[in-house]
């Protein structure tokens, strides 16, 4: 579906204060919040037409503002992903260049009146004005290129180090990005420097229209300079980018080209560059990137994750109302689910748990939270006091009776999970959807016994919980559609990302990762040491190492999901005793031969066992496509968007045809 095309819509303010008009630009597509405004050949053909009326009108200064909710989400991905040659690459970039330099040169004063998400693009085109005003109102603010395989390319490597110098650049332009593309709130915008002014929303535009009109009346008196000409001192610039390229190597080995093409666009625009010059080395890098294998990925997985991941699918029934939940277990997992279910759908909330200890500590860990909350200025002593009051603890069932469902998430024993089932559904209503958290157990054969084996669903949540967004949906083999509709509604009231999944050993996520975690603990087992093993594996720029993966895990849950697997494909999941000891507290490797691989080698056969599992996955109808694959790897695992989750990058190395042939 393509995006409503933007335009700029130009409008006049009368201001007492100024002789002239004000020309007030609005970004807008006339579509509702749903639909963000983008900056494609229609917006630019719009931008050249008001850039007309705006070089040839007596104007006493711009104020540039977005539509509710969005100053304007950059560019037109969908366009952009069409553009995958060198030449329409470097158009597009150029385009931008000519267009927002035009405002740049301007004869009065710019401003950018930033009233919601502007990302990309939208941060670029705000640069090019003499200055900003930001609203408190704003949640994202940021550079996402690098995440995307390119680099800003309509000036944001050039104009963002000379705004608020190395330091911030780099952590704005790059950093950022890469750390699952995190993103600036208004008043941490304005307290780095992009902004001059933090304004409220009831009157952001008239504030902004009045700061506006302040700068036009001073422009008669001194003429303004953009504020993009002034670098912040700070230590020297050398220094602060060869640590940033040290970070860079830590977190991404190398795989990732863009963020280092963008630190060599920063590190020229503060040694001197002319903006043209910085221009035109920014065309270079889009007409080199945005082709490239990683670009192109990133492409397809920004599409699965902001358009695939939030189909909901047909399921042919209502999701049943939740008025309560209830969890059973209070350790590290489920204490974090219980400060989510709180914090997201405060609704009365039930933790039970044998151990009156593991209670007061899960307790004690959701105080502690709602506290933090209050401290961060998130919510109020009123809010955290009534959050708190809507949590009960208990040894007992009863409790559970008011619940509309019930997560349990204990041990990973089918026998404890079906005895907690059973009960639970001697107290809970005929309709209380009983949910797991299980990470690779039968939900049909947990549902086995029950009268109502139909409101059996797997809720499987990733670790860490606030982090993760994937929630894979299990529907088992007597699961009914409302169950499953429930636990789909549920999860996305939970601001996650449900996937529904078949039933099947490990489902999805974990069953490739045992799969990766096979091939490392093999390699382990001929004589490969453990960095030989991590820097292979990392050589793909994956999150974390797989002996770090090992331990967030937990080798005892590793052993399990391997035991589980290994029961059901004991020839693609062998058994391993150096996993064993592992989980047995013992670091001993297990090993009778000394034939080490290559790390190109240990890659290798990862990419091919992994191909090879997602096959098998496919034939067996786990996921429908490969797509839903690559949609649980990126939010359930982290993986990259520049492999395109991974059956991307299988194909671009040619990894799948070969293990189709």
């Keep these: 579906m393509s995006n409503p095309p933007t335009e700029f819509k130009l409008a006049g303010v009368t201001r007492p204060e100024v002789e002239r008009p004000l020309a007030l630009v609005t970004i807008d597509n006339a579509a509702d919040h749903t639909k963000p405004t983008v900056f494609g050949r229609p917006a630019f053909e719009s931008l050249e037409r008001v850039l007309g009326e705006l070089e040839s009108g007596d104007w006493a200064g711009l104020v540039i503002t977005g539509k509710p909710y969005f100053f304007s989400a950059g560019a037109d991905l969908e366009e952009f992903s069409l553009r995958a040659t060198p030449e329409l690459a470097r158009e597009g970039s150029l385009t931008g260049h000519e267009l927002f330099g035009r405002i740049r040169d301007l004869p009065y004063p710019t401003v950018a009146a930033i009233n919601g998400a502007c990302l990309g693009g939208g941060v670029e085109l705000a640069l090019h004005c003499d200055a900003r005003t930001i609203s408190t109102a704003v949640r994202h603010f940021a550079c996402p290129e690098c995440f995307l395989g390119i680099v800003p390319g309509w000036g944001g490597t050039q104009l963002v180090p000379r705004l608020v110098g190395a330091e911030t650049a780099i952590q704005f332009v790059v950093e950022n990005p890469m750390r699952q593309n995190r993103m600036l709130e208004g008043r941490r915008a304005h307290e780095l420097g992009f902004a001059d002014r933090l304004l409220e929303p009831a009157e952001f535009v008239d504030e902004s229209l009045a700061f506006a009109t302040e700068l036009a009346r001073k422009s008669a008196e001194s003429a303004t300079e953009p504020q993009a000409g002034k670098t912040p001192q700070e230590e020297p610039v050398a220094d602060t980018l060869r640590k940033a390229r040290t970070r860079l190597d830590d977190a991404v080995h190398g795989a990732a080209p863009a963020p280092y093409r963008a630190l060599d666009l920063i590190e020229g625009a503060l040694s001197g560059w002319s903006i043209e010059r910085g221009y035109r080395a920014e065309e270079d890098a889009i007409a080199e990137l945005l082709p490239s294998p990683q670009a192109q990925a990133s492409l397809y997985a920004f599409d699965l994750v902001e358009r695939r991941a939030k189909k909901v699918p047909k399921l042919d029934a209502e999701p049943r109302h939740v008025g309560a939940v209830g969890i059973v277990g209070a350790g ?9 279910f709180l914090r997201r759908l405060e609704l009365p909330l039930v933790i039970a748990d044998v151990d009156e200890q593991a209670l007061e500590r899960a307790q004690a ?3 502690a939270e709602l506290a933090g909350l209050v401290g961060k200025g998130r919510y109020d002593q009123g809010k955290a006091r009534f959050l708190g009051s809507l949590v009960r ?4 069932r009863a409790e559970f009776a008011g619940c509309d469902l019930v997560l349990e998430a204990v041990f990973e024993e089918l026998q404890l999970k079906r005895e907690i089932f059973a009960e639970l559904e001697a107290v809970v209503t005929n309709d209380c959807v009983l949910a797991t958290n299980t990470s690779a157990l039968s939900v049909t054969a947990m549902a086995a016994g029950l009268r109502h084996p139909e409101r059996v669903v797997g809720m499987h949540f990733f670790n860490p919980v606030a982090l993760l967004p994937l ?3 299990v529907r088992g083999g007597q699961t009914d559609g409302a169950t499953a509709a429930t636990a789909f509604e549920l999860a996305t009231e939970l601001r996650k990302r449900p996937l529904l999944v078949k039933d099947a050993p490990a489902f999805v996520v974990n069953r490739i990762l045992a799969r990766l975690l096979s091939v490392v603990l093999a390699a382990l087992e001929r004589g490969n040491s453990i960095e030989e093993t991590d820097e292979a594996i990392l050589r793909l720029g994956l999150p974390m190492a797989p002996s770090v993966l090992l331990q967030m895990v937990g080798p005892r849950v590793a052993l399990h999901v391997l035991e589980t697997l290994h029961e059901a494909y004991p020839d693609r999941f062998p058994l391993s005793q150096t996993l064993r000891n592992y989980a047995e507290g013992r670091e001993e490797i297990v090993g009778d031969e000394h034939s080490p691989l290559s790390q190109d080698e240990i890659l ?4 091919a066992a992994i191909a090879e599992e997602i096959e098998h996955l496919l034939d067996e109808g786990v996921v429908p496509a490969a797509a839903d694959v690559d949609t649980a790897l990126i939010l359930g695992a982290g993986f990259p ?10 194909e671009q190395a040619g990894i799948s045809e070969r293990m189709a042939s």
Excluded: D, P, Y
């Excluded at 590290?332 to 989510?340: C, E, G, I």
């Excluded at 968007?641 to 299988?650: E, P």
């Design 641 to 650: 968007f520049w492999l395109g989750g991974i059956t991307k990058h299988l």
């Design 604 to 607: 290798e056969t990862a990419l």
């Design 471 to 473: 929630v894979e949906i």
């Design 332 to 340: 590290l997992m489920a204490t974090q689910l219980a400060t989510l």
């Design 393 to 396: 603890t208990t040894t007992g």
């Design 365 to 367: 860990s959701v105080e």
